[in-house]
């Protein structure tokens, strides 16, 4: 019996070495976990944002065309071009505080990676007499 088990393990082992050799059996290495580190964010609260988003200044800067001019007049609407980025209530509060003016409406396009921002007036501040304070007409 014992001659049988050599024969057997004799056999296995020459089975597994020929394999090795032609690459068939090769056993793959198994990954090591790897121990990760705990990275402590910082938690911001919606407020938060909203405060560091209002302290951020945009670049706001009048676009000035034959078509943004017959819309001063006509529609009483001013063409601005912002930050790709920047919100319509962002643009809209920024106009409101610098220029002193009441905002009805927005509406922007994003073209050639610009943002122009249509702002239509209320009524009491007409858009030419903010054109000529900005230098457009």
Known sequence: ???????KTTKTEAVKVAKEKKGVAKEKPKPVAKKTAKVETKKETVAQIHEEKAKRVLTINPLVSEKAVMMIESQNIITFEADRNATKHEIQK???DLFNVKVDEIRTLNAKNKKHAYVKLNSKFPAIDLATKLGMM
């Open 94 to 96: 920024e106009i409101e």
């Open 1 to 7: 019996m014992a001659k049988e088990k050599t024969e």
